[in-house]
């Protein structure tokens, strides 16, 4: 099983600031990285597919690289809505796996 | 507009079976991929199973493997998963996922989920 490991648990930001999210995983899985944001109470939001694209109706300010197994989410300056738990996700191997999550919160 | 409308969730004693359904509509139901993924309360999210478009592919997470099954009938657009000999870490928030094509194992849309509580 490919374990994602997310850093920090809980990141705070103010806004209008950059906030940058990381994830590791724990072999290769190519390109097949996803981002997921969720707000108290809703389900998951696709955000970012295939490390670095975004999902439809994603803003810009919204972006994904990778360095390897390291991958990041960078959010390029906060809006209040933006504030929320991001997970990172492989869909390269079975079994799919996400990270612990990411708690981003207003500074 | 895509709709994923999860029902089946509910409280249930150790060792016994629910079946969670999940309605879909506002696509051509046998051309995505669907899954379930479970969270906890206050947890993460961990995925739970996949079947594929047609519904001859299936694949399971290793703690719900020979206890879940996951189906689909595609003349109805609804996704099954029949859960039995049910154990309180099954406690979970079940959602059903939409795939971005028949085969994969990217999900791109959500349901609001079904909550499933195993307790006695």
């Known amino acids: 099983e490919i374990v994602m490991t997310q850093s920090p648990a809980t990141l705070s930001v103010s806004p209008g600031e950059r906030a940058t999210l990381s994830c590791r995983a724990s072999?290769?899985?190519?390109?097949?990285l996803a981002w997921f944001q969720q707000k108290p109470g809703q389900s998951p939001r696709l955000l970012i597919y295939g490390v670095s694209t975004r999902a439809t109706g994603v803003p810009a300010r919204f972006s994904g690289s990778d360095s390897g197994t390291e991958f990041t989410l960078t959010i390029s300056s906060l809006q209040s809505e933006d504030f929320a738990i991001y997970y990172c996700h492989q869909y390269s191997f079975w079994p799919l796996t996400f990270g612990g999550g990411t708690k981003l919160e207003i500074k | 507009e895509v709709q994923l409308l999860e029902s089946g969730g509910g409280l249930v004693q150790p060792g016994g079976s629910l079946r969670l359904s999940c309605a879909v509509s506002g696509l051509t139901f046998s051309n995505n991929a669907m899954s379930w993924v479970r969270q906890a309360p206050g947890k993460g999210l961990e995925w739970v199973s996949t079947?594929?478009?047609?519904?001859?592919?299936?694949n399971y997470a290793d703690s719900v493997k020979g206890r879940f099954t996951i189906s689909r009938d595609n003349s109805k657009n609804t996704l099954f998963l029949q859960m039995n000999s049910l154990r309180a870490e099954d406690t979970a928030i079940y959602y059903c996922?939409?795939?971005?094509?028949?085969?994969?194992?990217?999900?791109?849309?959500w349901g609001q989920g079904t909550l499933v509580t195993v307790s006695s």
């Open positions: 996922a939409k795939g971005v094509s028949a085969y994969s194992s990217l999900v791109d849309f």
């Open positions: 072999q290769t899985v190519g390109s097949n």
């Open positions: 079947i594929s478009g047609t519904g001859k592919t299936t």
